[in-house]
């Protein structure tokens, strides 16, 4: 009986669903004793718990881990350094996550089977770079090697790392560059990705053209947004309110960015990242959506 393939599982709106998914998975992958499989599937576990912000049990769960690794358990290993890393990051020390990025990529480029992960490391090393350039030179290095790839699922990291560059150009004020990128992912989203996907692609060009003081048609392209949102059925995570809210403050249209504000801040607060991260814009958003007008 072919195992199921756990990677697809994830849903990063509902993380205490997906760890719930793994977790089901986990007696019958101990009884086929499957060593890579059962490994891997306690990495992604540890992952869940970090995103919960649940970081001594995510460090827990890879303690496991690591007890079991052999040399031999190569995607197990890399696997347990990527999500080691990535609870230091999560957990506000990316200082120490970057070495265990750096261990990841060294292991993952050396193995061709291994090129989804070597990408992933990569994008890890960009994120907790200190500078902008390193960011730069990583995202570009993830890049060429996703742009590269024969495997299917390294190719399919390119859409995610347009993104990441454009995101890493609007955090230095190059809007103009950072523009150019988001265009490319939703090129890339369009031809490969998912509604979804693609909404969002749109949503971080219409997040630039704010930026751009193109305030029209960023909120314009929202308003496209919304609609398409509310006729999809899929849950809204806030941001569309927050950008349609700060657009028409922008334009001088305070009341009407009024109840946009309140959707953003309730949607929002539920967020563990934001509320731990962005005291400051929570605040604002549901201070913006009380303000009295004349």
Known sequence: MPQLDFDALWDYQHLDQTEAAFRQLLPQAERTH???YYLQL???????????????????????????????????????????????????????????????WELARIHEEAAFFAVDAAHMLAIVASSFEDKIAWNIKALQYAEEATDERAHAWCGSLYNNLGWTYHDQGEYE????????????????GTAREIRIARWCIGRTLRSLQRTAEALA??????????????????????????????????????????????????????????????????????????
Not at 60 to 71: M, Y
Not at 177 to 192: G, N, V
Not at 229 to 242: I, L, N, T
Request: aromatic share 10%.
């Open 34 to 36: 499957d060593r890579s």
């Open 42 to 104: 306690l990495t992604q576990i540890a992952r869940t718990q970090g995103l919960q912000r649940n970081f001594a049990e995510a460090h827990k769960t890879l303690d496991q881990v690591k007890d079991q690794l052999r040399p031999e358990l190569m995607l197990p290993t890399i696997r347990y350094l990527l999500e080691r890393g990535r609870v230091f990051n999560s957990s506000g020390q990316p200082t120490e996550a970057q070495t265990w990025f750096q261990q990841a």
């Open 177 to 192: 560059r950072a523009l150019e990128y988001f265009q490319k992912a939703l090129q890339w989203q369009q031809a490969h």
């Open 221 to 294: 392209l929202q308003q496209e947004l919304l609609a398409e949102w509310e006729k999809s059925g899929e849950e809204q995570d806030g941001y569309v309110f927050e950008e349609l809210a700060e657009c028409l403050l922008i334009l001088g249209r305070t009341s009407e960015s009024q109840p946009y504000f309140a959707q953003a801040y309730d949607k929002l607060c539920q967020d563990p990242w934001l509320v731990a991260q962005e005291k400051e814009r929570l605040h604002r958003l549901k201070q913006l959506s009380q303000e009295k007008t004349l």
